[in-house]
């Protein structure tokens, strides 16, 4: 079955960085989409950013992070920089695969804590 694993969490001082990657394994044949969401303690689940064009890319989020995807790889990367409190929550990572026996389907990690505090 389909899995997305995320790694590269933890504690981390205002102004800092953290890079939070995701891989997905299992069977699939084509990525459509992938990226990271962001849930605040408290609020609903929101988007930080999605990378619908196939390939490699880079996209700028927020003047402060950069998601990249990899689909050599079949991962997605975020890189946080310039971190602040507000930044602290639950980032999961997405994807949308296609399968011709699923069609396209979203696909969730677990979430990944990321905690920005002095």
């Known amino acids: 079955q389909v899995q997305l694993v995320e790694s590269g969490g933890g504690l981390a001082q205002p102004g800092g960085s953290l890079t939070l990657s995701c891989a997905a394994s299992?069977?699939?044949?084509?990525?459509?989409?992938m990226g990271w969401h962001y849930q605040a303690p408290g609020k609903a689940r929101e988007e930080v950013a999605t990378?619908?064009?196939?390939?490699n890319h880079e996209e700028s989020v927020k003047g402060r992070f950069t998601i990249l995807r990899d689909d050599s790889k079949k991962t997605v990367s975020l890189q946080m920089n310039s971190l602040k409190p507000d930044d602290t929550g639950v980032y999961y990572c997405?994807?949308?695969?296609?399968?011709?026996?699923?069609?396209?389907?979203?696909?969730w990690g677990q979430g990944t804590q990321v905690t920005v505090s002095s």
């Open positions: 990378i619908w064009r196939r390939g």
């Open positions: 299992g069977s699939f044949f084509t990525i459509n989409g």
């Open positions: 997405y994807a949308n695969l296609y399968d011709f026996k699923t069609g396209s389907v979203d696909y």
